[in-house]
């Protein structure tokens, strides 16, 4: 689950380690997630495999390698990982902000849960770390990239009014369900999300 994560610009300060939005709450993921992590994964994994080319690989020894990876992301200021929890507490997806995209962006990535899709938790987290994304320091841009065969994952950016940028090359190895080709969406400080 380790992306590789190129520092363009480093924001001066952090998003918030919690996030409420609707009956949502993002929180910051740490290794003391790894059981319930692993679990929302190996339940996912039929629903991720197409898209997510980490989860072809998923066992415990990868999500732990997320989750440090991703405590050392926060540590550096360009990488924030948020566990999506319903009003219960349990994990319903995973969201990100990775500062790979060049100066000044970040790129939002998410999964939902596969018993858990179709009910607007990616787009409420996507729209919710927009604007936290958008608050920080050195960020003027967020952009959302998405394999074109991923008509699911395009349409969260569509609805909270991201701009489609067009297709571009993507991943050189797609995940099994992917072109290989990446419709890439942008949302600029000062434009106003649809939702």
């Not at 039929?46 to 926060?74: I, Q, R, T, Y």
């Not at 994990?91 to 500062?99: A, F, R």
């Amino acid at each position: 689950m380790a992306d590789v994560v190129v520092p363009w610009a480093v924001p001066v300060d952090r998003p918030p380690e919690r996030i409420a939005v609707g009956d949502l709450m993002l929180e910051r993921w740490t290794r003391g997630d790894l059981e319930e992590l692993f679990d929302a994964i190996s339940a996912s994994i039929d629903h991720l495999l197409p898209w997510m080319a980490w989860a072809s690989h998923h066992d415990c020894d990868s999500v732990a390698e997320f989750l440090f990876e991703s405590e050392k992301g926060w540590a550096r200021g360009d990488r924030f990982e948020y566990a999506v929890r319903d009003r219960l507490g349990g994990v319903v997806g995973s969201v990100g902000l990775m500062g790979r995209i060049g100066p000044g962006g970040l790129e939002i990535g998410y999964w939902v849960h596969a018993a858990h899709v179709r009910r607007g938790i990616a787009t409420l987290a996507a729209g919710a770390l927009t604007d936290a994304a958008l608050r920080l320091g050195g960020v003027d841009h967020v952009e959302i990239h998405h394999d074109e065969a991923n008509l699911a994952s395009g349409a969260v950016p569509a609805r909270l009014g991201f701009r489609d940028l067009g297709v571009f090359r993507g991943e050189p190895n797609p995940a099994p369900g992917g072109t290989g080709r990446d419709i890439r969406w942008r949302m600029d400080r000062g434009e106003k999300m649809s939702v």
